[in-house]
């Protein structure tokens, strides 16, 4: 604990070796170069966001269920013009935010105007706005940052969390995450400003706001108020929790009243009563849209996480968190021992109470705990500054070979997948994929000569090398995985005749939320009788795709009703949602 509030800690390696410069070293002089300055820092940590999420941004298809259902509500929204209605196919009036489905609109028809071929079906412009706002997180969570540590420090800290997967992940996907991961940051780095500015005064006197406070607060609620506008209900619980933590331990609240601010207030009401209104008053559904509704029939559920016993999330971290998430547990005993310092005390309260109530919540969702991960890397950047993390014990020191472990498991995951499923492999991938893993060996090997900050900034150069071959040369190109553009092409394929107007899709036993996303028209989502009904009374260009559980059904009711068909090729898929092989055959009239 002593080392720990001592100060910054003195180098544990030098940068050069007596015979030159390293590649380690190379990555250590940017990293400080980067540092100098704020401005370098800001630039430094959105590119690093870019090299880490622009693979695979383009080229992965849509991922159902989530991603694909909040994309495919702001495509209504496009289509329809109503800027109020959050439901698909025939599920009752759904009561989620509308901000992340305003800015995805607002993408889409802007995509339009300049003359985007197609802009409705294009994944990426839906996950636009989840790529600038886990830039923002990054941003955020290094300002932060900085009311605990130094600049160095920070940077580290937002690297860790613009290098983690579990960003990675929510920066790729139509949701709203990760919106929620930067509102949180700037929410708890403006109070802790406040709450170490209260601790530092010299008690309960005479006390009045000062302008830098204003600011702070007008930041913590117009943060609170975004939240609330893109994610919805669930965003007080990550501010309530820690504040209701912070004065339970310390048995004073006298730090909440530096945030008082009547505008903040203002733009929280503001934000409230138009919600309100939107949704009582919002308008009435047009016969267009019901009848898109009425097309789509019942489309998938949302993901709603799995049942799990507490302690789920703990094992999950090391996924959610990684490559930072062996420093977390490196640091962990420290910082927990260092827990009565102000900084470390509200750091902690940021993470412990949330992680802990949705530890024994039964219903695990792994997107629940993010909000906690800006803490969590701010803490081992705390512990690196200070000297805490001198690996003085190197038994300890052996759980960052984790870095090597669980990046040779994606890395053989990815591949492995990518045979098995499509009997491929991607040649490109192969040689990124072992410089990944040879950098996290490096990192893992050589810590007691480089440090753990240089160890750390290695595990992240190979991060993003062997990320770079997951997901952009191999993760898109399995095929198995993505029924929903091969289904669209299979569509465009259809030899509809001349006049024949735009061709009209079924689909049975199969309905995800990307199909009709990506189909330039509306599929409707059926049973196999049903689906056999629809192409007895369509036209000549109508096509659908039977799941092989529906086929039965399907057969028996064409020979019921006298349906003379053609079949197609069939489509094989892994569905990874139900984790099940998937068969989809086209049916058209005979």
Avoid at 99 to 124: D, S
Avoid at 257 to 283: C, D, H, K, N
Wanted: net charge positive.
């Amino acid at each position: 604990m002593k080392s720990f509030a001592a100060g910054r800690k003195a180098r544990s390696a030098p940068l050069y070796s007596p015979r030159g410069p390293r590649l380690p070293d190379r990555i250590v002089e940017l990293f400080e170069a980067c540092c100098r300055t704020d401005r370098r820092a800001c630039l430094f940590l959105v590119g690093l966001c870019l090299v880490a999420l622009l693979p695979g941004f383009f080229s992965i298809p849509p991922v159902d269920r989530d991603g694909a259902r909040f994309a495919l509500i702001s495509r209504h929204m496009v289509e329809t013009g109503n800027l109020t209605e959050t439901r698909l196919g025939w599920e009752a009036k759904r009561t989620q935010a509308l901000g992340l489905h305003w800015l995805q609109a607002g993408m889409v028809k802007a995509a339009e105007l300049v003359g985007v071929p197609e802009a409705p079906t294009r994944i990426w412009l839906y996950r636009a706005p989840s790529l600038a706002a886990a830039i923002g997180a990054v941003l955020l969570t290094y300002w932060a940052a900085l009311a605990f540590t130094h600049r160095r420090a920070a940077v580290l800290a937002a690297s860790l969390l613009a290098s983690s997967v579990a960003l990675g992940v929510g920066g790729r996907l139509a949701v709203p995450e990760v919106f929620l991961v930067g509102s949180v940051a700037a929410m708890m780095g403006a109070m802790g400003r406040l709450y170490l500015a209260e601790r530092q005064s010299r008690g309960p006197g005479d006390w009045r706001q000062s302008a830098h406070e204003a600011r702070l607060a007008l930041i913590f609620w117009s943060a609170l108020a975004f939240s609330l506008f893109t994610k919805g209900l669930v965003t007080p619980l990550y501010v309530l929790m820690p504040l209701m933590a912070l004065v339970a331990v310390d048995r004073s609240a006298l730090f909440l009243r530096r945030a008082r601010s009547y505008a903040g207030l203002a733009v929280i009401l503001v934000v409230a009563i138009g919600w309100f209104l939107l949704r009582r008053y919002g308008p009435p559904e047009t016969q267009a849209e019901f009848v898109v509704r009425t097309l789509l029939g019942p489309v998938a559920g949302e993901y709603q996480g799995f049942a799990g016993l507490p302690g789920v999330y703990l094992l999950l971290f090391f996924a959610l968190f990684w490559p930072a998430a062996p420093l977390a547990a490196l640091a962990f005993p420290i910082v927990w021992k260092a827990r009565r310092i102000g900084t470390v005390r509200f750091l902690l309260a940021w993470v412990v109470p949330v992680w802990l109530l949705f530890e024994i919540l039964p219903t695990k969702v792994p997107a629940y705990v993010a909000p906690t991960l800006p803490a969590i890397a701010i803490l081992i950047a705390l512990a690196v500054e200070r000297g805490a993390l001198a690996l003085g014990n190197m038994r300890l020191a052996r759980v960052l070979w984790l870095w090597p472990l669980i990046g040779a498991v994606i890395a053989v995951g990815a591949l492995l997948g990518m045979a098995v499923f499509d009997q491929t492999t991607s040649v490109l991938a192969w040689p990124l994929l072992l410089i990944g893993f040879f950098a996290l060996v490096i990192a893992a090997a050589s810590v007691r000569d480089y440090g753990v900050e240089k160890s750390a900034l290695v595990a992240i150069a190979g991060m993003l090398v062997s990320g770079f071959g997951v997901m952009q040369l191999v993760l898109p190109n399995i095929d198995s995985f993505w029924l929903a553009p091969r289904v669209a092409a299979a569509v465009a394929r259809e030899p509809c005749g001349a006049g024949a107007g735009p061709i009209e899709v079924g689909i049975a036993g199969f309905n995800e939320p990307s199909f009709a996303l990506l189909l330039p028209q509306a599929p409707r989502f059926l049973d196999g009788a049903a689906a056999a009904d629809f192409l007895k009374v369509g036209g000549a260009c109508r096509v659908v795709f039977v799941e092989r559980r529906q086929e039965p059904r399907f057969a028996r009711r064409a020979e019921a009703i006298g349906l003379r068909i053609q079949r197609g090729a069939d489509l094989r898929g892994f569905d990874y949602n139900g984790l099940r092989e998937v068969r989809l055959a086209p049916y058209r009239p005979g």
